[in-house]
């Protein structure tokens, strides 16, 4: 079945032997989106008017000041106000040390009426950060990002209700369920095995029940791979190298890779692209996400679906 938010692209000619066939069908995810935070407003509305104005409130961290990272932190401080999550940008200087970054999420955990913290990745200061010791100093309770050990070894063992699951794969999923295409039983091939995309997606995939192969820049024959996936998700950050040639007929694609290229025609000099090169995908995809308006919304729609169920959890120890 189809869904409401996978649209028709057009009917065009494939050029073999005359024949017709669809192009790919577009998966919005700014309108998928948009219908995950309608939802989630109503959710929290609902726990608002229940729990004398008890609000679910996030916590994003931030060392120093890349543009990219700012852009995204106030796409999710403009959807949590929307959605009436209480939100608080905290901003460390570039100078910040390890210690002052562990010291804030320290007393972020310590804090009872925060449900949700996440640290803004790359960390973006002079010294040395150990990322994986920052993630890991998160309050798995509180870790809405699902980036700790404590909430990846869940995922990674199938413990998927038990955990929180990952922004971005647990988007990605969501926009395949929107295809109406069964992931059980399916292969699934992921490109890319970061702790943020690839490695989350597998697992997620995994444990909804497809076959899953995951490649990664020592894979030596990705053609081949990506030409075996019924369901392809790539997070490779190798702008448009999935080339339509590589897609098998009929495949769901869904790109997270936001790559800036230059563009002399755009007043910036740049325009975002993806790592799967679109034009010629989705002249063999059955289902192809677009870069913009794909995978990046459903990534801070996931974090707001993350913080809310925090919150919800939340409730139910404190009424114990
Ligand atoms: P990352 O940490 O750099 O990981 C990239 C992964 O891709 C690595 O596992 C790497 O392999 C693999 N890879 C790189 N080049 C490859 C190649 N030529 N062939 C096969 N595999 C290759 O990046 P990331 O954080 O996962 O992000 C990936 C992309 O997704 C980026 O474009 C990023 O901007 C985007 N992203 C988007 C969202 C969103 O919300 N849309 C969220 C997060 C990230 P090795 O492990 O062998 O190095
Ligand atoms: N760190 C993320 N670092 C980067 N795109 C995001 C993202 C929104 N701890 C932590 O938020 O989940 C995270 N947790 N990430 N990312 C990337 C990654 C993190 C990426 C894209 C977007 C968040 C987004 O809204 C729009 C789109 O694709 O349509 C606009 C894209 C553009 O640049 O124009």
Same mark, same amino acid.
């Given at each position: 079945?189809?869904?409401?938010?996978?649209?028709?692209? +057009?009917?065009?000619?494939?050029?073999?032997?005359?024949?017709?066939?669809?192009?790919?069908?577009?998966?919005?995810?700014?309108?998928?989106?948009?219908?995950?935070?309608?939802?989630?407003?109503?959710?929290?509305?609902?726990?608002?008017?229940?729990?004398?104005?008890?609000?679910?409130?996030?916590?994003?961290?931030?060392?120093? /000041?890349? !543009? /990219?990272?700012?852009?995204?932190?106030?796409?999710?401080?403009?959807?949590?106000?929307?959605?009436? &999550?209480?939100?608080?940008?905290?901003?460390? #200087?570039?100078?910040?040390?390890?210690? @002052?970054?562990?010291?804030?999420?320290?007393?972020?955990?310590?804090?009872?009426?925060?449900?949700?913290?996440?640290?803004?990745?790359?960390? /973006?200061?002079?010294?040395?950060?150990?990322?994986?010791?920052?993630?890991?100093?998160?309050? #798995?309770?509180?870790?809405?990002?699902?980036?700790?050990?404590?909430?990846? $070894?869940?995922?990674?063992?199938?413990?998927?209700?038990?955990?929180? &699951?990952?922004?971005?794969?647990?988007?990605?999923?969501?926009?395949? +369920?929107?295809?109406?295409?069964?992931?059980?039983?399916?292969?699934?091939?992921?490109? $890319?095995?970061?702790?943020?995309? $690839?490695? #989350?997606?597998?697992?997620?995939?995994?444990?909804?029940?497809?076959?899953?192969?995951?490649?990664?820049?020592?894979?030596? !024959?990705?053609?081949?791979?990506?030409?075996?996936?019924?369901?392809?998700?790539?997070?490779?950050? +190798?702008?448009?190298?999935?080339?339509? @040639?590589?897609?098998? @007929?009929?495949?769901?694609?869904?790109?997270?890779?936001?790559?800036?290229? #230059?563009?002399?025609?755009?007043?910036?000099?740049?325009?975002?692209?993806?790592?799967?090169?679109?034009?010629?995908?989705?002249?063999?995809?059955?289902?192809?996400?677009?870069?913009?308006?794909?995978?990046?919304?459903?990534?801070?729609?996931?974090?707001? @679906?993350?913080?809310?169920?925090?919150?919800?959890?939340?409730?139910?120890?404190?009424?114990?």
């Amino acid at each position: 079945m189809l869904s409401w938010a996978a649209h028709s692209l +057009r009917l065009g000619a494939t050029g073999c032997q005359g024949s017709w066939r669809s192009i790919a069908t577009i998966i919005s995810g700014n309108k998928t989106s948009k219908m995950v935070r309608e939802r989630l407003k109503k959710e929290v509305e609902k726990m608002a008017s229940q729990f004398s104005g008890f609000r679910p409130s996030l916590v994003v961290l931030q060392a120093g /000041d890349r !543009d /990219d990272s700012n852009l995204y932190i106030s796409t999710k401080l403009r959807a949590a106000a929307e959605i009436g &999550i209480e939100a608080k940008h905290i901003r460390l #200087p570039n100078t910040t040390t390890q210690e @002052e970054v562990l010291q804030s999420i320290m007393s972020v955990n310590e804090n009872p009426s925060v449900h949700g913290l996440i640290v803004q990745l790359p960390l /973006d200061s002079v010294n040395h950060i150990d990322t994986d010791l920052v993630t890991n100093a998160v309050s #798995p309770q509180k870790d809405v990002d699902g980036l700790s050990c404590i909430n990846a $070894g869940k995922l990674s063992r199938g413990d998927l209700s038990s955990c929180f &699951i990952p922004c971005t794969p647990s988007g990605c999923m969501e926009l395949i +369920r929107q295809t109406g295409v069964s992931v059980v039983g399916k292969h699934a091939v992921v490109i $890319g095995r970061s702790k943020i995309v $690839g490695a #989350p997606m597998h697992d997620l995939l995994l444990w909804n029940h497809a076959t899953v192969t995951t490649c990664h820049s020592k894979t030596p !024959d990705l053609p081949e791979q990506v030409g075996r996936a019924d369901i392809l998700v790539v997070g490779a950050g +190798r702008a448009e190298m999935v080339r339509g @040639e590589w897609v098998k @007929e009929g495949a769901v694609v869904i790109d997270c890779g936001i790559n800036h290229v #230059p563009d002399e025609t755009k007043a910036s000099g740049k325009r975002v692209v993806g790592d799967v090169h679109y034009a010629s995908a989705s002249q063999r995809a059955g289902y192809i996400t677009p870069v913009p308006g794909g995978v990046g919304p459903m990534t801070v729609a996931m974090l707001m @679906e993350n913080t809310v169920q925090s919150a919800q959890r939340f409730l139910l120890k404190s009424r114990r």
